[in-house]
T-cell receptor
């Protein structure tokens, strides 16, 4: 079946460190991936996305890496700040059949940044 | 802020009742998707509407239904509520319906079924 999962459910870092959040996916046909950040009491907030024809994409303080060979996705956050503390989800857009436009989410990683 | 709003923010219902949740999409977005997020889990896709028609559905029973209006606001209706329906319900809007369209989420409606 199709699934998107995370290796680490929790991650604690010190302010200023770099953070890496990992995600594994099982559907080799997936071609679009998104990282979302969800703070307590809020909806998921778009961070960055990547298409399968790329292996790296950079945003402001964030980088997403895609390794299609091993079906692995990672989110790197540079100079992590306390405001980055949240749950991070990777999501995959399946986009076929009756599930067209469906996002499949992993279970999430809790990132805690200590001052 | 994503420009996607939802109402109400919180709701308490009893088992067997019916509920309607509302969503206002980001301006210009003609596609809305609904998700259910149980505590400690990632969101699960319920269905998507594009130009007022259902355009994809996840593994949810028919008692979950929706509507999308010409002004791109939408509703999620759940009949015969069950205890397991307690969750955060999220709507997400996107500019178009497609595999590579970024979906922008609202803050959600937290539903508690007693």
């Amino acid at each position: 079946g199709e699934s998107v999962g995370l290796h680490l459910p929790t991650l604690s870092v010190q302010e200023g460190d770099n953070s890496i959040i990992n995600c594994a996916y099982s559907n080799s046909a997936s071609d679009y991936f998104i990282w979302y950040k969800q703070e307590s009491g809020k909806g998921p907030q778009f961070i960055i996305d990547i298409r399968s024809n790329m292996d790296k994409r950079q945003g402001q303080r964030v980088t997403v890496l895609l390794n299609k060979t091993v079906k692995h996705l990672s989110l790197q956050i540079a100079a992590t700040q306390p405001g980055d503390s949240a749950v991070y989800f990777c999501a995959e857009n399946i986009g076929r059949g009756t599930s067209y436009g469906k996002l499949t989410f992993g279970q999430g990683t809790i990132l805690t940044v200590h001052p | 802020e994503t420009g996607v709003t939802q109402s109400p923010t919180h709701l308490i219902k009893t088992r067997g009742q019916q509920v309607t949740l509302r969503c206002s999409s980001q301006s210009g977005h003609n596609t809305v998707s609904w998700y259910q997020q149980a505590l400690g889990q990632g969101p699960q896709f319920i269905f998507q509407y594009y130009r007022e028609e259902e355009n994809g559905r996840g593994n949810f029973p028919p008692r979950f239904s929706g509507l999308q209006f010409p002004n791109y606001s939408s509703e999620l209706n759940v009949n015969a509520l069950e205890l397991d329906d307690s969750a955060l319900y999220l709507c997400a809007s996107s500019l178009q319906s497609g595999r590579r369209e970024t979906q922008y989420f609202g803050p959600g409606t937290r539903l508690l079924v007693l």
